[in-house]
């Protein structure tokens, strides 16, 4: 009788077990969630640290370089129409570390006479084989990138340091390779005699067009500090929205990824030993049994098939989504239909739309020139259309907000403001209220799908593993009857 009873107990441990699994997980889930976060917190405390550190031992290196008058025996390079050609180096730093890099250059005593102005001593310049690939790949500017750079550039502008200075320092203080190499072009392209703005621009791509537009009015103007600080405002806000983002998918994708991973351990190891015991005894094996016992089945004999389908699909979806328009528009108008998620990325463009064209309008940039900036910064497909259909209308001369009027993608009280501001002549501080009340919307969003997301996984996970359960309990019904 104890023999015919162990089975039961397994089942009752199995039970006991699989029945407390979601929360379980959800636990681990949150904790590692919590723990991420104080990670990240600690992280930008030290940063803003360190890099406040950096900036006074930056200001007090270059105001020792110009009491010696070092700064001011620097020559400018001779603009030289020559073709560029590809140079490999290796130099010793300021701080004894020698290192290697690529540059672009006329010639090879061009390039030697650049990095030893910048302070490097020289230890070789070397023509670049057709073969040497360099390996420094990216070097583009994220938003968090730019928060920081524009704030030290600001810093050192209004400390009475000179541009090329400036961005000397910049480039001493980057780590990463790639990005220490942009701003050495960009030094490059000082001392050549050209603007901040035309320097930027010849980095293929690495800073925005958002920021070297707004640059290039800022030369016309010569309030470049202070652009550089709402550039840095700007881009310190976006990257909030990001981060809030990325925060409210981290718990959600967590705990799907533990509790799929489980549920596949339950099939591929548990339920296998339950069918042979199921088999020995003659049980008769009920429909959803039988289900669980077909998925268990074909996900032991065909994983591999299921794992190279999986990532050949998320493959060929992220090549479609970034080179097919016609594709990536249709994902975008489902991703903008379907509840909650689509006000939170109809409010985040809307953000973004008005915060960017505020800081435009503010800055003196014509309406026609600010939807043309917009329009290339925007990876959205519908607000693209919106854009272009605004810049037809503005040839025709008739009103920006006619574009946007009874559009599903824009709210009503972005367009009511949008009209507000064309019949006051204050567009630039309406796009401003706008960007911050929508600004507020998107953050509170954030936070309600957030105490929406854990309900909704518990239900998931009571659902799957219950159902496992009840396909492995209902048989023992049937082995318990025949044993009396």
């Known amino acids: 009788m104890e023999i015919a009873l162990k089975p039961f107990i397994l089942i009752y441990h199995l039970v006991h077990y699989i029945l407390l699994s979601p929360k379980r997980i959800l636990n681990y889930a949150y904790s590692g969630v919590l723990a991420i976060i104080d990670k990240i917190s600690r992280g930008k405390v030290t940063k803003r640290r360190e890099a406040k550190q950096a900036e006074y031992a930056a200001i007090e290196e270059v105001q020792r370089l110009m009491s010696e008058q070092v700064i001011n025996s620097r020559t400018k390079i001779n603009l030289n129409t020559e073709p560029l050609q590809y140079f490999r180096y290796k130099a010793r730093g300021s701080n004894g570390k020698i290192f290697n890099g690529t540059f672009e250059g006329p010639s090879k005593e061009e390039v030697t006479s650049f990095l030893r102005n910048e302070g490097y001593e020289v230890l070789e310049v070397t023509k670049r084989k057709f073969y040497d690939i360099d390996v420094n790949i990216g070097g583009k500017f994220t938003a968090a990138d730019l928060s920081f750079s ?9 400390a009475g340091i000179p541009l090329i200075d400036s961005v000397r320092i910049l480039e001493k203080q980057s780590e990463k390779a790639e990005q220490r190499k942009v701003y050495q072009k960009v030094v490059y392209e000082l001392l050549k005699g050209e603007n901040l703005s035309t320097a930027m621009a010849k980095q293929n791509n690495k800073f925005p067009n958002l920021l070297v537009n707004m640059i290039k009015t800022a030369e016309l103007t010569g309030d470049l500090t202070s652009v550089l600080d709402d550039m840095a405002e700007y881009y310190t806000s976006k990257e909030e929205t990001r981060k809030q983002m990325i925060s409210a998918m981290t718990y959600p994708i967590i705990v799907l990824c533990i509790a799929i991973g489980v549920i596949i351990f339950i099939l591929i190891s548990i339920v296998p030993k339950f069918v042979e015991m199921y088999e020995d005894n003659d049980a008769e094996i009920p429909a959803i049994t039988t289900f669980v016992m077909n998925a268990s089945d074909f996900i032991v004999n065909n994983y591999l098939i299921i794992i190279i389908a999986v990532v050949a699909l998320v493959g060929i979806f992220i090549y479609l989504y970034k080179k097919v328009r016609g594709f990536r528009k249709n994902v975008q108008l489902i991703i903008m239909h379907v509840p909650v998620f689509s006000k939170i990325v109809i409010y985040n463009e809307v953000y973004n739309f008005t915060k960017t064209f505020a800081s435009l309008l503010n ?10 900036v917009l329009s290339k910064i925007t990876n959205n497909e519908i607000y693209k259309e919106l854009i272009a259909k605004t810049i037809i209308n503005l040839n025709k001369g008739a009103n920006i907000s006619e574009s946007f009027k009874g559009s599903w993608a824009f709210p009503v009280a972005a367009y009511e403001m949008i009209v507000t501001g064309e ?17 507020v919307l998107h953050k509170t969003l954030v936070k309600q799908m957030q105490s929406f997301i854990e309900p909704l996984m518990i239900a998931f996970l009571a659902l799957i593993v219950g159902t ?17």
């Not at 524009?150 to 209004?158: A, D, I, P």
């Not at 800055?363 to 043309?372: L, P, Y």
């Open 423 to 439: 019949k006051t002549g204050q567009l630039g501080l309406m796009m401003e209220k706008v960007a911050n009340y929508y600004q």
């Open 363 to 372: 800055h003196g940039v014509f309406i026609t020139d600010s939807m043309e």
């Open 150 to 158: 524009l704030t030290q550039l600001s810093t050192y502008l209004k």
């Open 468 to 484: 496992i359960l009840l396909s492995i309990v209902v048989p023992m019904f049937d082995i318990y009857g025949k044993i009396q």
